[in-house]
């Protein structure tokens, strides 16, 4: 059972940065893309931004310019570093991961991320 593991989080102040990571108990490479998403109380999840397994990038227009999303194939690990962070950031950021051939997808437990002076 694959298990995708998320860490990083925590209170900011508006302009701050904090880098998420989450880490998959087997090689990322099993995965087609991986990415962020996030959900803010009352509203739904959404997309922040993903990574496929050829590097490449997809990110929410909200995010432009402020996000980062990476990978390292020898630690399995995916991040996303978050810079110039606005209280409109604050949400539980969740790790996804796809194999899509064998229409799978897992998420991780989530991470709070919040925002505020």
């Known amino acids: 059972q694959v298990q995708l593991v998320e860490s990083g989080g925590g209170l900011v102040q508006p302009g701050g940065s904090l880098r998420l990571s989450c880490a998959a108990s087997?090689?990322?490479?099993?995965?087609?893309?991986l990415g962020w998403y996030r959900q803010a109380p009352g509203k739904e999840r959404e997309l922040v931004a993903i990574?496929?397994?050829?590097?490449?990038?997809n990110y929410a227009d909200s995010v432009k310019g402020r996000f980062t999303i990476s990978r390292d194939n020898a630690k399995n690990t995916v991040y996303l570093q978050m810079n110039s962070l606005k209280p409109e950031d604050t949400a539980v950021y969740y790790c996804?991961?796809?194999?899509?051939?064998?229409?799978?997808?897992?998420w991780g437990q989530g991470t709070q991320v919040t925002v505020s002076s």
């Open positions: 996804k991961g796809a194999i899509v051939m064998s229409n799978l997808i897992y």
């Open positions: 990574i496929t397994n050829a590097g490449t990038t």
């Open positions: 087997g090689s990322i490479f099993n995965f087609n893309y």
